[in-house]
C-alpha cells in the first residue's frame, strides 16, 4: 500500500471508445460536438479517433474528419490511436495531434492474433517497426503498454510471471533503441481483474521497477472498474484512462454487453470526495456525460449523472438548514 | 485493515427493494417465482416481503399473498420488512418468516422526517414499542441498525459522531431491556459513501465495539457500492445486503435513478474471485437475475449477467488449449 496520490492523471478516451462499438452511424458533426465539450471540462488528455482499418471498424471511417473538424483548446494534447503503421502515417498526417510513442504488447497471443493477427514475434517485430517510425518522426518514445495484463476471455488467466516478462520485453526493446520508459500503461482490455489481482499485478511491477510511473485501464464488463481504481489508487497508480459516461458500454446485451471502459465522471466524483484532485470541473462533465447519452442514442452506464453529485446537494442541503 | 474474511454472509433483498419501486404491477405469482428461484441459489437469507401501507407503497400491497404463496427450503432463512408496529404484527401473522429483532434508528432526522414522519425522539419512543412487541411475541432482538449513516440528500454529510450516538443510542436501549446486540448493520440508504467513508465510519465503529459483528446496507446511485463493498471487507465486514441483478434500481432516469441496492451477482463475483466463499452458486445466480429482468420487464444495473462470469470462460479457455 502506499499514500493515495494528491492528484489524478485522466486520459478520456470516451470518442475513440466509444463510437467504434456503436451500432448506429453517428454523424462527424456530432463526434466534433462531443470532443469540443469535453475540451471544455479541464481534461488535458483527449483521445479524439481511432486510425484503424474502416472495413473492421466503420465507426471510424471518419478519423481524419474528426480531427480536421474539432476545436483544440490551449494546455489539452489530443490523442489518437493506431494498431499499425498505416495508422501512425494517419495520425501524424492530421498535423493536430500529440502523437504518443509507446511500445506496446499484449500478454495474451490469442488476443493478439484475434485482434491484430500477429504472433508474439510478430508483435515484436512490429514494434521495432513502430519505434523506427517514430524516430523518424522525431516523436519521444516514453511509455510502454501491456494489453490483456489481467487476464484473457480466449486464453484465460494471465500470470503475474507472464507480465513481467512482457515489462522485460518492452524494456529490452527501449535499451536496443536507446529509450528511457517512464510510463508503463496496463489494460484489463477484457475485465477480468478484481481489486487483489490490482495488488497482485501492480505489485509485481512496482517491486521490479520502482521507478516507473504506472497507468490503469479499466474495462467495466464486470462490474469491478471502480473498486479496481481504488486499489490502484492504493497502491499509488496516478494516471487513469476512462471514457465519459461509460462509452463504449453499454448495460444491454443487444449493444455488445457491458464492455465500456471504466466512467470517467463517476471515477472523477470518487477521486473528489476523497479529496483527489484531477482538474476536472465534475459538473460540466455530468453535462457532457448526458450529451453523450445524446449522441449516442441510448442510455449510458454511467451512474452519478442520474444519481447527481454530491456538492450540489451539499450546497442546498446547506442553504435549506 | 483486518485480513479479508474467509465467508461473507449475503441477505438477498431483491424482492423486497425490487417489488416496491417498479412502476408497473408485477403479479403476486412472478414476485413468488422470484423467490422460489434465489431459493435454489445457495442464498440462506432472504427478504421476501415489506409490510408498509400500501397507499405509500402500492407495489407491496399483496405481501401477505406473496410470502403465504412461497416454498420454503430447509436452511433458509425468509425475513420481511417493516417501519411500524402495525407491520411487524402482519410479518409475525404469516407464520412463516424468520422475525428478526432489530432496533432501528436513523441518523439523520430531516429523513427520518420524511421517511417515518418521526422526530430523533419519536423514533427512540418507536424503538421502546418496538422491543416491547417483540418480547411478548418470544422474538430474540440481537441486531441494531443505523440507516443514512454515510449522508443525507435532505441533511448532507453525516459526521462520525452522529454515528457514534446512534449507536450508544442503541446499546443504551439495548441495556434498558436487558438485550445484548451481537450485530449491527450500517446503512448507505442515500449512497454517499466512498471507500474512504466506509474506513472512516466502520473503523470508529469498531474501535468503540470491538466485539460487534458488523453488516454493510450499500446503495449504487453513483456507482461505489462494490468499492465500497471491497473497503468493507477490508475492514473485516463480513455480512453484506444485496439485490439481485441490482434490483431495486435502474440506470435510467425514468425508473427513478440508479437508486439500487449492491448488485448480488456481482458481489458474488467479486466474492468468488478473490477466494472468499458465500456458500452460493453464482451460474445460478446469474439464471436469476435474467429471470428478475424478464420480471421486471426491463433492464437491471447488474453486470456479470452480461459479462459473463470467468468460470465459464476458464473451462472453455482450458478446453480450446
Partial sequence: MADLPKFVQINEEGPREGFQIEKGPISTRRKIELIDA???????????????????????????????????????????LWLNDKGLERAIATGKLFIRGSISLTASEKFLLRNQRRTFADNVEAQRGMIRLFKQNGIAIERGAIMAAFGCNFEGDISTDRVLTMVKQIMDLADEHDLTIKTLSLADTMAWA?????YRVVGAVREKYPDLALALHLHDTRGMAIANAFAGLQMGVGIYDAAVGGLGGCPFAAHGGAAGNICTE?????????????????????????????????PLPGHVKTGGSLQTLRQTTKTAA
Avoid: C
Avoid at 470541473?281 to 445524446?294: G, I, M, Q
Fill in 266 to 298: 463517476d471515477l472523477v466524483f470518487m477521486l473528489h470526495e476523497m479529496g483527489i484532485e484531477t482538474g476536472i470541473d465534475l459538473e460540466k462533465l455530468l453535462d457532457v456525460a448526458r450529451l453523450a447519452e445524446n449522441i449516442v442514442g441510448h
Fill in 38 to 80: 469535453l475540451s471544455e471540462t479541464g481534461l488535458n488528455h483527449i483521445q479524439t479517433a481511432s486510425f484503424v482499418n474502416p472495413k473492421r471498424v466503420p465507426g471510424w471511417a471518419d478519423a481524419d474528419e474528426v480531427v480536421a473538424g474539432f476545436t483544440p483548446r490551449p494546455g489539452v494534447k489530443y490523442t489518437g
Fill in 194 to 198: 478484481t481489486p487483489q489481482d490490482i
